[in-house]
Every structure is written in structure tokens, then in C-alpha cells.
T-cell receptor
Framework: GNSVTQMEGPVTLSEEAFLTINCTYTATGYPSLFWYVQYPGEGLQLLLKATKADDKGSNKGFEATYRKETTSFHLEKGSVQVSDSAVYFCALNPNSGGSNYKLTFGKGTLLTVNP | SQTIHQWPATLVQPVGSPLSLECTVEGTSNPNLYWYRQAAGRGLQLLFYSVGIGQISSEVPQNLSASRPQDRQFILSSKKLLLSDSGFYLC????????????????FGPGTRLTVL
């Protein structure tokens, strides 16, 4: 079946530090990959996506590259801010068969950025 | 542009009472609709999804039910709440599968915080 594994954290960084949140996946075929962000007390927001191998999604200084050879989609940001403190979810859509309607989510990674 | 609404934002209910949470989407037609629950911790649990009016798929057997009386309206209900129903309930939508360029990214509402006492 399809699955997403991401580092559960929590991750605590100082402002302006480099961020990496690892995400690996298991899926047949050619899934689409997503990162979502959830700020405290709010719903999830789509942060970025990649729909084919070697695609790089980017938004708000965050980046992630779809690596089919390592089945990974790691989230990176060069310099985090206090306002980036949130929970980050990696997700995939299998793009195949009857599972197209459902995303598979990782368990989420809590990021805390201290001033 | 599309927007998604949920209400109420917060709800405190006694055990055994009924529940009705509502979700509506604006600015799109024939969306796929989803109900998730986020209990203690951070994980998301898909409860129900719907690909059309009156079409509901249940992912987890429980005392909750869902209905879709109109194209852009999705309702989550219970006849008798349990303590374990407490959590953060999220509604989401995605565009119709099969359209060119659609990759089933889902867009979430602001959520309803339910506390069952």
C-alpha cells in the first residue's frame, strides 16, 4: 500500500537556522507529492507540491525536490523565522486506480523556531 | 477564487448529545469533499469522503455519519456523542479527478474544535 514516513520531531531551531524535514514515501506508479503546513488552531494550508520526478516545488522560501530514485521529498528552508513555527505534513496522491480520491499523510512534524 | 467554510468554530457538547457540523465550498462545482479528524497529537484521520451528491464513502466504522445534501455542502453528524469524539474536525475539498492538470491537492477549511464532556 501507499505510505508516507516523515521525521516526527519535535524540531527546535533558532531563527535564521537551516531547516530540513525528511519525508520518504512508498507508492506504486507515479504519485504526486505535497507539503502542507498547519499553524496553531488552524486548518492545513498547501505549502508546495511536485507532480513528477525531479520537479522542485517552492513557496515562501521553502523548497522540496521529488526524488524518485530515493523515494524522497525532503522539505528545506535556508533561514527560518519565528513565524514558521507550525506542524508540517508530507502527503502523496497515488494517481492510480481507485485511490485517486484520497491523500496519504505523514504523521506531521512540529517545528518550533526560537528568536 | 474558491473558499471553504466550516461552522461552528468551536463546540462543547455533553456525552450522549447529537452533533451536526457543516462545511460549504464556494467558487467551484462538483468538488470532492472530505471530513478528517485530528485527535490528540497531530495525525489526520480520514473519516468520510464524497465524490458527488448523495455519495458517501466511510473510512472508519464509528458513531459518526456524513451527508451531502447539495453539491457544495457536506455535513458531519452523530446521534450520540462519545468522549472519544473530541477533537479537531477538518473539512477539505479537491477538484474533480480527471481534469487536466488536477493532482488532487486538497484545500482545507479552518476546522471545528469539538470538546465532549
Amino acid at each position: 500500500g501507499n505510505s508516507v514516513t516523515q521525521m516526527e520531531g519535535p524540531v527546535t531551531l533558532s531563527e535564521e537556522a537551516f531547516l530540513t524535514i525528511n519525508c520518504t514515501y512508498t507508492a506504486t506508479g507515479y504519485p504526486s507529492l505535497f507539503w502542507y503546513v498547519q499553524y496553531p488552531g488552524e486548518g492545513l494550508q498547501l505549502l508546495l507540491k511536485a507532480t513528477k520526478a525531479d520537479d522542485k516545488g517552492s513557496n515562501k522560501g521553502f523548497e522540496a525536490t521529488y526524488r524518485k530514485e530515493t523515494t524522497s521529498f525532503h522539505l528545506e528552508k535556508g533561514s527560518v523565522q519565528v513565524s514558521d513555527s507550525a506542524v508540517y505534513f508530507c502527503a502523496l496522491n497515488p494517481n492510480s486506480g481507485g485511490s485517486n480520491y484520497k491523500l496519504t499523510f505523514g504523521k506531521g512534524t512540529l517545528l518550533t523556531v526560537n528568536p | 477564487s474558491q473558499t471553504i467554510h466550516q461552522w461552528p468554530a468551536t463546540l462543547v457538547q455533553p456525552v450522549g448529545s447529537p452533533l451536526s457540523l457543516e462545511c460549504t465550498v464556494e467558487g467551484t462545482s462538483n468538488p470532492n469533499l472530505y471530513w478528517y479528524r485530528q485527535a490528540a497529537g497531530r495525525g489526520l484521520q480520514l473519516l468520510f469522503y464524497s465524490v458527488g451528491i448523495g455519495q458517501i464513502s466511510s473510512e472508519v466504522p464509528q458513531n459518526l455519519s456524513a451527508s451531502r445534501p447539495q453539491d457544495r455542502q457536506f455535513i458531519l453528524s452523530s446521534k450520540k456523542l462519545l468522549l472519544s469524539d473530541s477533537g479537531f474536525y477538518l473539512c477539505a475539498w479537491s477538484a474533480t479527478i480527471g481534469l487536466a492538470g488536477v493532482w488532487n491537492e486538497q484545500f482545507f477549511g479552518p476546522g471545528t474544535r469539538l470538546t465532549v464532556l
